[in-house]
């Protein structure tokens, strides 16, 4: 009888991967790479190409306009390892890169760009077509379209996940509406990046490549600061992981966990290659002085929680996409997915020639399996022994912006987050609010105004939720005690307040982290916990109101940020309406 099973469930995956002309070669590959196999620390840390975002006109930033592509290519991620096939953004093929240029932008000044699909007709990975997936009618292409992650911006240049196209524009998605995007670049100086976020497509697209820096700088404003600046002392660092085919190629499962449900869908990705910058395991040599490291986790799904080796410290100047108010030391920091810590870290003050930065986060976060050797392991800093003299400093104030104001806040919402079992226990999909994505919005905020949201997380899984245009605060964590019986009633009544939350939502609470109190675009939302947060609509650095119509077309969206839970479909839209007095 299993074996039979196991024969029906192998003809119903190939019958659904040939219906879309998406035979993965990966049955003829190599077998699965051994990490272990793989020298540590013997490639440079590379530092990605950076283009401006705006050019100089007779002494003024002016704006400016940039094409950049998305290109097959191969690159090398490790020295002994052969030349992999990957999706990279860049000016060129020839320039592109994984992850691509840095966007340096200023801000005020307006950046355009326009974003080319130069794809191929199929992809390079495995994905699977029983999710809510961008399926061109031709069935030929890549469908692809570029989020800013953290950009305050019109939501036609948004990135919605239905606002896809492929190759040359030839074909575009339900919500395709201009070629150009435009960023006006207004917000608050802070990080952000770019990458994929087509419909089901999002954790492959990814995981081939299609991810990069956007800095939004303000002289005026950041310069007083005098942290480490200049391109040899303050560096963005994209750490994701990745599982390699010994011929080089990228490892993704052929197989999903549920194959009579979704063929090849799995509900995380993990491979056991730490990348930095596009180099497993790179070294960088630095001088006994401070640095600043712009840290992006770009990993599908799994979390880090970074330290050092010989007990160097973090100090936090932001968290995301904004600046704290005062520096936060750590001595190990969790970043989720998607996530951004923005730190300095003082060399001078290592007592050893060498640091390693390493990761000690169980996989699935926060139950999951503990690190190996492999995955344990970042990069090496080598330390230059000579000390010098160091014009860097971490002054005692940063950037102070207005605290969340409770008493103007308009709305209050329960936002519950749910995952979905077959019959044999394994996840099938996971929802926000019980609800698939296409279904009308439900959060519908009021331009200008602040609202609490109350996220409920009724999984095991901590989910990272990223909330597009708005920025936040984390005002509380609490237990739910009973939560059994709580999440019995919300399964049949889906509604909190039906299910009296308050009588559940009354256990232990969790200290949010000093250096995460400030405003972010991205939190970690604990199992069994509701999260008590503040959002808001509007600029955070000035009483204006945003420089663009946030209630037009296609709108915005939320969505946990492990990218297996976002395209299968843990991501509800928001529509954003006018403010009436």
């Known amino acids: 009888m299993v074996s039979m099973g196991r024969r029906i469930m192998l003809f119903l995956y190939l019958i659904c991967l040939a219906l879309l002309g998406e035979l993965s070669t990966s049955w003829a590959k190599d077998k699965l790479l051994d990490t272990s196999k793989l020298e540590m620390f013997v490639d440079a840390l590379p530092d990605m190409p950076k283009i401006q975002g705006f050019q100089i006109a007779n002494g003024s930033p002016k704006a400016k306009s940039l094409t950049i592509g998305m290109f097959k290519k191969k690159w090398k991620f490790h020295r002994d390892l052969p030349p992999t096939p990957v999706f990279a953004y860049g000016a060129s093929r020839s320039t592109a890169t994984v992850p691509g240029p840095t966007i340096e932008a200023l801000h005020s000044i307006d950046t355009y760009v326009t974003w080319q699909n130069h794809l191929p007709s199929k992809h390079i990975l495995p994905w699977d077509p029983t999710i809510p997936t961008a399926i061109p009618a031709n069935k030929k292409g890549v469908p692809t379209v570029v989020h800013l992650h953290g950009g305050i911006h019109e939501p036609a240049s948004d990135g919605n996940s239905n606002s896809w196209f492929t190759a040359g524009f030839k074909e575009k998605g339900p919500t395709w509406s201009k070629r150009t995007y435009h960023y006006n670049n207004n917000q608050q100086p802070g990080n952000l990046w770019y990458h994929d976020h087509a419909m089901g497509l999002t954790r492959v697209n990814l995981l081939a490549g299609l991810i990069g820096a956007y800095v939004i700088r303000h002289p005026k404003v950041e310069g007083p600061l005098k942290l480490p600046y200049g391109d040899e002392f303050d560096r963005p660092l994209f750490v994701f992981d990745r599982g390699f085919y010994t011929d080089g190629s990228i490892y993704m499962n052929s197989t999903g966990n549920n194959p009579f449900i979704h063929p090849q869908w799995q509900p995380e990705y993990f491979g056991d290659a730490i990348v930095v910058n596009g180099k497993a395991w790179p070294k960088m040599m630095v001088r006994r002085r401070k640095y600043r490291f712009r840290i992006i986790n770009a990993s599908n799904a799994r979390f880090f929680r970074f330290f050092f080796t010989n007990g160097l410290k973090f100090m936090h100047v932001a968290a995301d996409s904004t600046y704290l ?56 800093f080598i330390i230059n022994k000579n000390h010098e003299v160091d014009t860097g400093r971490v002054p005692n104030r940063l950037i102070k912006y207005p605290s969340p104001d409770l008493s103007s806040v308009s709305q209050t919402r329960y936002i519950a987050m749910y995952e979905y079992t077959s019959d044999i226990d394994e996840p099938t999909h996971l929802y926000i609010n019980g609800k698939p994505y296409e279904a009308p919005a ?14 409920i997380n009724l999984t095991e899984d901590n989910h990272p939720m990223h909330i597009h245009l708005a920025l936040f605060t984390v005002l509380e964590q609490t237990e739910l005690v009973n939560e059994e019986e709580f999440k019995g009633c919300m399964s049949k009544k889906n509604d909190a307040v039906k299910c009296q939350i308050s009588k559940y939502a009354r256990g232990k609470k969790i200290e949010v982290a000093a250096h995460e109190k400030g405003w972010k675009n991205v939190y970690k939302m604990t199992p069994g916990y509701v999260t008590k947060i503040l959002v808001r609509f509007s600029y955070i650095h000035s009483n204006t109101s945003y420089s663009f119509d946030p209630t037009a077309e296609p709108g915005y969206v939320y969505h946990c940020h492990i990218l297996d839970h976002e395209d299968n479909v843990m991501m509800r839209p928001i529509k954003v309406i006018k403010w009436e007095d």
């Open 442 to 455: 439900t959060e519908t905020p009021k331009a200008g105004t602040s609202e609490i949201w109350n996220v």
């Open 325 to 380: 108010a005062e520096p936060v030391a750590t001595n190990e920091t969790l970043l989720a997915p998607s996530e951004i810590a923005d730190v300095v870290v003082d060399f001078s003050q290592s007592k050893t020639d060498e640091a390693v930065l390493a990761n000690d986060a169980p996989y699935p976060y926060p139950s999951g399996d503990p690190v190996n050797e492999s995955n344990g392991k970042v990069m090496k």
